[in-house]
Nanobody, 126 residues
Framework: QVQLQESGGGMVQAGDSLRLSCTVSGRAVSAATVAWFRQAPGKERESVAVIRRYGGGAYYADSVKGRFTISRDNAKNTVSLQMNSLKPEDTAVYYC???????????????????WGQGTQVTVSS
């Protein structure tokens, strides 16, 4: 059974940084494509960063490119999201998701990921 647990959310001011972590249990994180999604009130869940399995590279939504960095620590079985220069529009619940057979054309799709964490709140005030 694969389980994901997010940590590191909080309340910060615009321009600050936060680091989110996703701890994966039940499967080696290197074998999974892992994504960070976010969902703001009244909006659809959107993917902001993806790291593909087996060193397949990292991908970012335009809205976070240059500010967010996704990384994987195989020894700790974690995936992190370093968020810099945060903006009020980054406010959302952030979810970690993992998929074992995610193909490149579907990395942004919610349905491509079998396993989800419970989410962590990030609030950025102006």
């Amino acid at each position: 059974q694969v389980q994901l647990q997010e940590s590191g959310g909080g309340m910060v001011q615009a321009g600050d940084s936060l680091r989110l972590s996703c701890t994966v249990s039940g499967r080696a994180v290197s074998a999974a494509t892992v994504a960070w999604f976010r969902q703001a009130p009244g909006k659809e869940r959107e993917s902001v960063a993806v790291i593909r399995r087996y060193g397949g590279g990292a991908y970012y939504a335009d809205s976070v490119k240059g500010r967010f960095t996704i990384s994987r620590d195989n020894a700790k079985n974690t995936v992190s999201l370093q968020m810099n220069s945060l903006k009020p529009e980054d406010t959302a619940v952030y979810y970690c998701a993992a998929g074992m057979g995610v193909i490149l054309s579907t990395i942004w799709n919610v349905a491509a990921y079998e396993y989800w964490g419970q989410g962590t709140q990030v609030t950025v005030s102006s």
